[in-house]
C-alpha cells in the first residue's frame, strides 16, 4: 500500500550531521559583491561560493600561522 521508508546511509558515529551552516552578513553598500563572488566561482571553477570562501580561508590561515608567504 505505502512504499518502504528509504535507508539513509550513516556513518559510525549514527549522526546525520556533516557540516555546519553559517550566515555570511553581507551590508547593503557591498550588495554586489555576492555578484562578484558569482563571477568569481564561475570564473576559478570552484562549485559554490563556500568551496571558494574555505579555500581562501585556508590560504589565509596558512600565511599567517605557518608563513608561506602566500600573501
Not at 550531521?17 to 576559478?44: F, T
Not at 571558494?52 to 599567517?64: C, G, H, I, Q
Amino acid at each position: 500500500m505505502y512504499a518502504p521508508p528509504k535507508t539513509v546511509k550513516r556513518n559510525r558515529s549514527r549522526r546525520d550531521d556533516y557540516g555546519k551552516n553559517v550566515c555570511l552578513s553581507v551590508p547593503y553598500h557591498k550588495l554586489n559583491w555576492i555578484e562578484r563572488m558569482d563571477q568569481l566561482v564561475a570564473q576559478e571553477g570552484w562549485e559554490s561560493r563556500s568551496q571558494m570562501l574555505l579555500a581562501l580561508f585556508d590560504k589565509r590561515y596558512r600565511a599567517v600561522f605557518y608563513g608561506n608567504g602566500d600573501d
